[in-house]
């Protein structure tokens, strides 16, 4: 190898500061990164770790600190602040969340994008095919470089990121919650290739969440709390408990799972197909009781969210019959809501809340035609305003009052005002998508209870999700969602989660149906 | 270096200065010209105020001017609260301004108290109308609105042309492409004798309360604010999306249309196809200065029309053009949309570091 354990970390970050008015996005945050390391930076929404993440890639400046990469001489130096083209040359690699690829180009076109002067005439493609091909080989990244990327799935498109890094000669690559779309089989392949990379002399950071990976994938953990890094220790010294400690900085109380007592059908679904492309479910038949949870596993992109949007009565299914204690549903939002439908949207951002609106205001999206709100058109803000009050104090929602402009909200808080608005209405039928998703550990120990609550109180729980640990602490019962068709759900004591997760990369369902 | 960084919180009284602020950053842009003309800056902008507000007869002038540029501006800015971009006040005026003259001319004869809603009813159903037109072509269609109400003003005024050349052609207008004079009953009487003014400006100025109310206080209002500041969440919580749009559309091209009947009854007491010098278009800059706010517009629609009736007596007194008025609208629209950057970011100035380059990879 050429990189040896000489005294110098390949990158350093040393008392980076980063202030947002009165938010301290970090504080004097100190990290080293060796080559050869795999570093998992952990820590709860809005502890700061995107943040330092985008400091180290050039987008934000800090206020305070440095941001050091090693020379080829072997020397520290300073890299540019507030220039990503600075940490591309210094060799710094960057996977994002959300990726930052474009759809319309192949994997080939998108890695080079960027790469080639404006100015030259023609940028040689079988040069840059021969280097992809090697990097291929060795990394063992397989994708098929000739295909649009709007072809691609989740899983593949991450890898052409990584290819583009490493295309790039990164030294440092950067993942920003890589696993957050992939199965449990993809999660495994992508952290056995970045051991194999790592062992070739990459420094890599991992950001996330999800304790199972952080344990198992790498070598250090550096954990954030506040902006500040409180723990720092090499994995093997850790232990799951601990961290989770650590991480939020009190001892943490899952919920527990609690059988429900399901009585009747509430929500059958017979025959369902509906939606196009990748989003399609077909011949859906599925039976909802009332005072059950049912989890719906799989992986995101399997037709979750055209079944979502049909029981939201956002989209009609082009065949097949959804029946709500009986009567059949209507394909409209607003006789969704009136018949006893809550639904929590995946994305709360985009469909929750209108972020421009108050906290009042979101609080009474879906009844503002009620008339306990209205009269002659005109509203009642009394009303409101005391509505408003009640559901912040019960939900405790964090947040400057009823006139709160909702979009400055934390997840969770927003999350808080989607529970309130919805189960408030003591709905028959529960749609959770993703509920916890992005949410940190106390806010999802919240949003839990409260989907138990609904239970209990004899609703019907359609809890959507790609986290299993979640699905297997809430759910009576669970089903898998493949390429639009869903399973026969089986009672959670008799799954396991590598069973589970065998199915949502849509094998053996058959095999399940018959255990 | 310049750099861009998001704030956070924007304070309420920022906001409300910013327009302020454009507004007079326009002026003193506009200055550069005017002494780039040889004209003296500050006695041609001493015209432009003497000419507005110098008088009871150019304050009178100015409010006559400000009318359109209410109702414009309050019809721009009710569509863009829904992000509904309707570019078509000018069309929906002119067809405003047939409907009143097609029924206002002698076609009925009654008494004013019956004359004068009809033709500020026939006036709010014909704009109303022609929007909903590019309404429903976007909520069916997907078709983009921008264009179709744009390209929607140019068929409309040629379709005024040709009725003032045709069937509409006042016989005793001596040749001249206009309609008949409006009756008598069928008249906007005038505020104060031997003025313009006329109540237009009253009507425009309950106008502007009512969709104030309406925005603020109604069930509409909320559903047409949560539908422009998030339209999947709107229709995700059950908000009539649709018909929301519609009715929108429907508000918003009735207000341009009662321009055009508030101009054709109360100012000019015929149709010509130049009975508007752009009040649709302006009405655009008239909302956008006022941040959308009802209030706002009235405001707005007075600073824009001292503009226009100072830089007329301005370029009388003094030989510069009165083109300079449209400058300083010009101006001040990019001033309020700049600034819309200054309230989305903070500008922050830093001096580049220069730092060693560090050397592609290590070998």
């Known amino acids: 190898m050429p990189e040896t354990e000489s005294g110098h970390p390949l990158l350093s970050l040393q008392n980076i500061t980063k202030i947002f008015g009165d938010l301290v996005a970090n504080g004097n945050v100190n990290l080293d990164l060796h080559a050869g390391e795999i570093v998992a930076l952990l820590g709860e929404n809005g502890a700061g770790k995107t943040t330092l993440m985008n400091i180290l890639f050039g987008h934000y400046v800090a206020d305070q600190g440095r941001v050091m990469v090693r020379h080829s001489s072997g020397i520290l130096v300073d890299l540019e602040p507030g220039a990503p083209q600075a940490a591309l040359e210094a060799g710094i690699g960057m996977v994002h969340q959300h990726f930052t690829l ?103 950071i991992f950001i996330s969440h999800k304790m199972a990976e952080v344990l198992g994938a790498s070598d250090r953990v550096a954990v954030l709390r506040g902006g500040r890094i409180v723990a720092d220790l090499p994995t093997s010294q850790c232990d799951r408990h601990q961290l989770a400690e650590v991480m939020v900085g009190h001892s943490v109380q899952t919920a527990e799972r609690k059988p429900g007592y399901p009585e009747d059908e509430t929500l059958v679904f017979a025959g369902v197909s509906a939606g196009d492309g990748r989003e399609q479910i077909e011949n859906v038949n599925l039976a909802l009781c009332k005072g059950e949870i049912i989890g719906l596993a799989g992986v995101s992109g399997n037709g979750q969210s055209t079944l979502a949007k049909v029981i939201s009565g956002l989209e009609i299914p082009t065949s097949g019959s959804v029946l709500l204690n009986g009567k059949p549903l209507k394909a409209s939002a607003a006789a969704a809501i009136k018949s006893g439908v809550a639904r929590i949207p995946e994305d709360r951002h985009h ?155 849509g094998q053996s369902i058959k095999g399940e149906q018959a255990a | 270096m310049i750099r861009f960084e998001p704030r956070t919180n924007v304070s309420s009284l920022f906001a409300f200065a910013l327009p302020i602020i454009a507004g007079i950053t326009a002026l003193v842009l506009a200055a550069i010209p005017i002494a780039a003309a040889g004209g003296e800056v500050f006695a041609a902008y001493g015209h432009i105020f003497k000419g507005a507000f110098g008088s009871k007869f150019a304050f009178s002038e100015l409010l006559a001017r400000a009318t359109p540029l209410i109702f414009t501006g309050l019809a721009v800015s009710v569509a863009f609260r829904a992000k509904l971009w309707n570019i078509g006040a000018e069309g929906q005026l002119y067809v405003g301004a047939l409907a009143a003259v097609a029924i206002g001319t002698g076609a009925i004869s009654a008494p004013a108290y019956i004359m004068i809603p009809l033709i500020i ?118 908000i009539p999306v649709t018909s929301t749009f519609i009715k929108v559309g429907l508000i918003s091209g009735a207000l341009a249309g009662l321009a055009g009947v508030s101009e054709v009854a109360g100012l000019k007491g015929y149709l010509t196809a130049d009975i508007s010098p752009g009040f649709g278009y302006t009405g655009v800059v008239v909302a956008m200065l006022a941040g959308l706010s009802p209030v706002g517009v009235v405001v707005a629609a007075v600073f824009i029309a001292a ?45 580049p570091k220069k730092t060693p380059l560090v050397a592609k990879g290590e070998a």
């Open chain 1, 102 to 204: 474009a759809e319309n180009l192949t994997g080939l076109e998108n890695i080079v994008l960027g790469t080639e002067s404006l100015f030259s005439r023609r940028f040689s493609r079988s040069k840059a095919r021969a280097k992809l091909q090697e990097l291929m080989q060795s990394s063992g990244l397989e994708v098929d470089l000739d295909l649009r990327v709007s072809k691609l799935a989740v899983g593949e498109r991450q890898r052409v990121e990584i290819l583009k890094a490493l295309y790039r000669d990164a030294r440092i690559l950067v993942l920003d919650e890589p696993t957050a779309v992939l199965t449990p089989q993809e999660s495994d392949s992508l952290f056995k290739t970045l051991k194999l990379l790592a062992a070739k002399g990459m420094a890599i």
């Open chain 1, 351 to 505: 469909d929750g809340i209108v972020g421009a609106m108050s906290v009042e205001e979101n609080l009474v999206l879906e009844e503002i035609r009620k008339p306990a709100y209205q009269r002659f058109g005109l509203l009642r803000f009394n009303e409101i305003r005391m509505r408003a009050q009640e559901a912040i104090k019960a939900y405790d929602i964090r947040c400057s009052g009823p006139l709160a402009v909702s979009r400055l909200l934390s997840g969770g808080n927003i999350q808080k005002i989607v529970l309130a608005r919805t189960l408030d209405q003591q709905p028959d039928i529960v749609l959770a998508a993703q509920p916890s998703r992005g949410l940190d550990v106390g806010a999802t120990a919240d949003v839990h209870r409260r989907l138990q609550e609904a239970r209990d109180r004899g609703a019907g729980v359609l809890l959507i999700s790609e986290d299993l640990d979640e699905l297997f602490q809430l759910s009576d019962r669970i089903a898998v969602i493949h390429r639009g068709h869903i399973c026969e759900p089986v009672e959670t004591e008799k799954l396991d989660k590598k069973q589970v997760g065998l199915m949502m990369a």
């Open chain 2, 121 to 238: 009813l026939a006036g709010m159903i014909a704009g109303g109308t022609l929007m909903l037109v590019p309404t429903l072509l976007k909520t069916k269609l997907g078709a983009d609105e921008v264009v179709t109400t744009l390209l929607l003003n140019f068929v409309v005024l040629l379709f005024v042309q040709m009725m003032l050349e045709g069937p509409m052609k006042d016989p005793m207008g001596m040749g001249w492409p206009q309609s008949e004079p409006m009756t008598s009953a069928a008249t906007l009487p005038k505020m104060f004798a031997r003025m313009r003014i006329h109540w237009g400006l009253v009507i425009a100025l309950a106008s502007a309360l009512i969709i104030y109310i309406m925005m603020k206080r109604s069930v509409w209002g909320f559903e047409i604010r949560a539908t422009g500041e998030n339209v999947s969440a709107a229709k995700h919580a059950g």
């Open chain 2, 307 to 351: 503009v226009f009736v100072g830089a007329d007596s301005m370029s009388r007194a003094m030989g510069v053009s009165s083109y300079i008025a449209d400058l300083v609208v010009a101006m001040s629209l990019i001033c309020v949309l700049i600034s819309s950057l200054f309230v989305r970011f903070k500008i922050r100035f830093v001096r």
